[in-house]
């Protein structure tokens, strides 16, 4: 399985933005459907955004559209969440993940992931 390790968490206040960056161990990286979901306290792991393997297609939960920008860049073998605009709702702790193989961006969710992040955590404060 896929490595990755996500950094850039931190806390903010609303309105402030932060750079989540998800760096994975092979270049493998490149064929797979990835994305980004988040976990807040005493609620289920959800999806956030996702991007196909070659970049051109991007996904996004509707709470995060148009605040939230997700890339990739398979050379680097990374793959970021530029977020802006934050809100206290968005507090959370947040995981990269790659789908299973024949998963597309379009379809991700929890069921169809096959390598986790350890997560990295956001606080957005008022």
């Known amino acids: 399985q896929v490595q990755l390790v996500e950094s850039g968490g931190g806390l903010v206040q609303v309105g402030g933005s932060l750079r989540l960056s998800c760096a994975a161990s092979r270049r493998t990286l490149s064929i797979y459907a990835v994305g980004w979901f988040r976990q807040a306290p005493g609620k289920e792991r959800e999806f956030v955004a996702s991007?196909?393997?070659?970049?051109?297609?991007?996904y996004y939960a509707t709470s995060v559209k148009g605040r939230f920008t997700i890339s990739r860049d398979n050379a680097k073998n990374t793959v970021s969440l530029q977020m802006n605009s934050l809100k206290p709702d968005d507090t959370a702790v947040y995981y990269c993940?790659?789908?299973?193989?024949?998963?597309?961006?379009?379809?991700?969710?929890?069921?169809?992931?096959?390598?986790w992040g350890q997560g990295t955590q956001v606080t957005v404060s008022s």
């Open positions: 993940a790659e789908g299973a193989p024949g998963t597309t961006a379009a379809f991700m969710r929890v069921t169809t992931i096959t390598s």
């Open positions: 991007i196909n393997w070659s970049g051109t297609n991007t």
